[in-house]
């Protein structure tokens, strides 16, 4: 392999030029020599994809668009080889190039194709990659929280294998993210460990990065002699053993360090040199940092017209990619240099934009949660630290000896000047005695000046603030009205279609002529208008809980198998669109996996029935394809149809609040908008993930991951038996179960779905009525309303409880808020289920508590 390597890295570099990118393929072109073209032409199969991961890792950083073509062609031949692992590489090499090229949503996606694999094959170092490159692209867009997580992911596998490149860099990154927040003495210390490290792996690159680290901190600290030292060792590093971009960064900082020294030519000279290099690599990130660093000079000059335009462009490239920490600077300068032109109104507006931004970056929860890293990181890498140390004694030990001696010519040094500063400082104390009461004086004055300057800048800042209170209520007010019109117009038509047929139905079944069958017909769509408007309702509140944060996840055990064939089923009762002609339903399960899942059943089913929906109105031929199976740790459901298909610039926004989607101008496909978003929160709240692959024309396949834990497996013995009870041919026979409803129909129809079971039924009106019958009678099983006269449900099931406490007791209520389902359960419940009452859910309980 590596003698491979070798004879590739002398082919492309003495034939470079030879070789172009025409579409998606990569060719020799016709002035290279017959031999090269003969070379690369026996290169099939594994070793031409080889040679396509080599040259593209290898033109990342210099040529991204080039690499993100050479990694796209790696993809598609890994995956006509089988090669897993070359394909996770390839995607991760995607995935880079993709970020360098300011599109975050591929990288995104390109990354998790590539965590998938690394996971699934077990190969820490590619996983270390993964977690590297997602965490440079969240500390990018201002995502600390999800950045440190991902860093921290690495940094527990690099502390069990030895990977000292990876280590330094990962301990760079995370002083990285300090030197963010401002914590310079954290940082310091962080990059201090990494150049440590990298000296001690003799990796040249990284002691190149950890002194430009190093050298920013000087910067900020006002050392600039130390400053441009490091930085120019760090260059003579790079210039043998860097990138491009890794030299712009270091000529960047540079650049920075004059201007702060008020050098404004020289500063301008480095940063013309850092723009001109990142927008040919093209870089939107290295492109906007270095219009911002740019534009700061030409504002404190005669060009600040210039340096505003560039300012501004500079801020709208952030923007238009995600990079939240340029956004604050950028705001920051702008509000800064408006302030200074008197141009009040315009630094007001860059102000509350700054703050706007600044709060989504420096949270309080992601300095908590950067506090609770470092106690980690702390903790794990104590044992890596000693050793740190224990070198860096050996090596101070070693420098003394000669240290004895400098210092005793410092010693000598230090006497003479002692000598010559005592007689000039009692020539100053001299001069000082005459001056004193004057300088006294002038400091008096200076004093009350600032004194004064203090009072007028607090109350500017005080109607400043009242200013942006103000703004801000107005502007929430505003949004909230758009929501309100766009919520109201999205749900108008999805109402109204099933709302009329039940008001339709119900008149038509007023009708005296009516003949039974045509009672059963309307009863029957009246039944299935109200499920649909129903689970609108549901989908509906549940996206008011997610809101406010409310909505919460109950789990348990259940059968996925049996939960995926009743979620068909209800589709199939439900809805109008049920297998068009032409279309077959396939089920692919994972045969090796034993079929339970520790999760919140009711939240799988809505999950799942939303996308079974949205395949069926889509798919008008072909088939559609539910399955399931496992990777790792997580278990991976997927909904394939062959229907109309996403296009990819769609891919991301279907998952957003009110969004929809029509493929076709002269057709209209019913919808909120609202069931894709509410599946991406839940399964968010569930700790998994959710995502779609799809073509145009072609399909698609939505897939959502849950976790998955060895414990499954041994309950789901325990649990088996569940699959046979979806028949609800249960007895009760023997058992006595009390309903207590104050509402005569709500009993009626509990009393009418439990009749086929045997049990005797007895019903109470109120609280206290319930409490009669418990003491009365041997009751096996309650059924209790929350909300009763005299006394209601939640008081009867504290008395109740006190009296029997083994007594099972289930709330039926229409209460679905997680404060009444705590209270019910603190109270001594034994399971909670919402109204309308399904008749499955209500034997599933029954069933459970009885048998």
């Known amino acids: 392999m590596k003698l491979f390597r070798c004879f590739f890295v002398g082919f492309v570099f003495y034939f470079g030029c030879a070789w172009s990118i025409q579409g998606k393929e990569l060719s020799v072109s016709d002035s290279a020599p017959d031999t090269v073209k003969a070379i690369y032409q026996k290169l099939t199969g594994k070793p031409r994809l080889l040679q396509l991961l080599e040259l593209s890792k290898q033109t990342l950083q210099n040529n991204p668009r080039l690499s993100k073509q050479l990694s796209s062609q790696a993809i598609s031949l890994a995956l006509e080889l089988g090669a897993k692992e070359e394909q996770g590489y390839a995607n991760l090499y995607f995935g880079n190039a993709s970020f360098f090229l300011g599109d975050y949503f591929n990288a995104q996606e390109s990354l998790s194709r590539s965590l998938s694999i690394a996971q699934g094959l077990g190969n820490q170092r590619l996983l270390v990659d993964v977690y590297d490159a997602f965490g440079t692209v969240y500390t990018s867009t201002g995502d600390f929280q999800k950045a440190l997580k991902y860093f921290k992911s690495a940094f527990q596998i690099i502390l069990q294998i030895d990977f000292p490149e990876e280590r330094s860099s990962i301990i760079r990154k995370i002083g990285n993210i300090y030197f963010q927040f401002g914590d310079n003495q954290k940082a310091l210390d962080f990059y201090l460990v990494a150049l440590e490290t990298s000296r001690k792996g003799n990796d040249q690159e990284g002691v190149s990065m950890a002194y430009n680290n190093i050298g920013r ?10 400053a441009l030292d490091y930085f120019d060792k760090a260059l003579k590093i790079k210039k043998h053993v860097g990138s491009e971009i890794s030299i712009s960064n270091t000529l960047l900082n540079i650049g920075r360090t004059y201007e702060k020294m008020a050098k404004f030519g020289l500063a301008e000279k480095y940063y013309l040199e850092v723009l001109k290099t990142r927008s040919r690599l093209e870089n939107p990130e290295g492109v906007a940092s270095a219009q911002q660093y740019l534009s700061r000079v030409y504002l404190q000059s005669a060009r600040a017209p210039l340096g505003e335009r560039l300012l501004k462009k500079s801020i709208h490239l952030a923007d238009s990619f995600g990079l939240d920490g340029l956004k604050v600077s950028g705001y920051q300068q702008l509000a800064e240099y408006y302030t200074r032109s008197n141009r009040y109104k315009e630094a007001l507006d860059a102000l509350l934009s700054y703050n706007k931004a600044k709060d989504s970056v420096y949270s309080n929860e992601k300095r908590r949660f950067l506090v609770e890293v470092d106690s980690r990181y702390k903790f794990e890498s104590s044992e890596y630290r000693i050793k740190m140390l224990s070198k860096e004694a050996a090596l101070k030990a070693s420098e003394l000896k000669e240290a004895r001696w400098v210092g005793y010519f410092w010693a000598i040094l230090f006497l003479c000047f002692v000598l010559v500063s005592y007689l000039l400082f009692h020539n100053y104390q001299l001069k000082s005695s005459i001056n004193k009461k004057l300088v006294l004086e002038i400091e008096e004055r200076k004093k009350a000046q600032l004194e004064l300057v203090r009072y007028q800048i607090d109350l500017e800042r005080i ?51 009516l003949d039974k069958k045509s009672q059963t017909e309307a009863l029957s769509q009246i039944k299935v208008n109200g499920d649909i408007l129903l689970s609108l309702l549901n989908d509906i509140l549940d996206i008011s809980l997610i809101e406010v944060d409310q909505l919460k996840i109950v789990n348990g055990y259940f059968n996925i198998e049996r939960s995926i064939e009743e979620v068909v089923s209800q589709k199939q009762s439900i809805s109008s669109q049920w297998l068009k ?35 069926l109105k889509f798919t008008d031929q072909g088939y559609i394809e539910i ?64 995502w779609v692959d799809s073509t145009p024309g072609n399909g698609s396949t939505f897939y959502f991951s849950l976790p998955f834990t060895e414990e499954m497996s041994g309950s789901s013995k325990q649990m088996k038996g569940e699959k046979k009870m979806g028949g ?26 439990l009749k086929s079971s045997g049990a005797r039924i007895l019903w109470a009106k109120d609280g206290l009525e319930a409490i009669d019958f418990s003491v009365k009678d041997e009751i096996n099983l309650v059924l209790m309303d929350i909300r009763m006269p005299k006394l209601d449900g939640v008081d009867a099931t504290k008395k109740i409880k006190e009296m029997f406490p083994n007594l099972p007791i289930v709330i039926l209520t229409a209460f679905s808020h997680q404060e009444e389902m705590n209270r019910c359960y603190d109270a001594g419940c034994s399971a909670y289920l919402l109204k309308p009452i399904k008749k499955a859910e209500l034997y599933s309980v029954v069933a459970r508590l009885l048998l």
Do not use: W
């Not at 901190?217 to 130390?226: D, L, M, N, S, V």
């Not at 603030?465 to 009205?481: F, P, Y």
């Open 217 to 226: 901190i000087f910067t900020e600290q006002g050392k600039y002699t130390e």
């Open 728 to 753: 609800l041919g249960l007895d009760f026979s023997g058992k006595t179960i009390l309903v207590a409803e104050d509402v005569e129909s709500n009993f009626l129809l509990v009393n009418a779905l």
């Open 463 to 513: 109607v400043d603030d009242r200013t942006a209170q103000l703004k801000e209520a107005k502007d929430c007010a505003e949004q909230s009205d758009r929501l309100k019109s766009s919520f109201l117009a999205n749900i108008s038509h999805e109402v109204r279609t099933p709302m009329n047929a039940i008001v339709g139905f119900t008149s038509f079944l007023l009708e005296p002529s």
């Open 581 to 615: 002609p032409g279309v077959e339903l396939k089920f692919t399960p994972d045969t090796q996996f034993e079929g339970m899942l520790f999760a919140d059943e009711s939240r799988f089913r809505q999950i799942l029935g939303n996308l079974l929906s949205n395949a």
């Open 627 to 690: 399955g399931y199976r496992v990777e790792q740790l997580m278990v991976v459901f997927f909904v394939r149809d062959t229907g109309i298909g996403v296009p990819r610039g769609n891919q991301r926004a279907i998952f957003d609040r009110f969004s929809k989607f029509n493929a076709s101008e002269d057709r209209f496909y019913s919808g909120t908008g609202i069931g894709l978003s509410l599946c991406k929160d839940i399964v968010g709240l569930m700790d998994g993930n959710i």
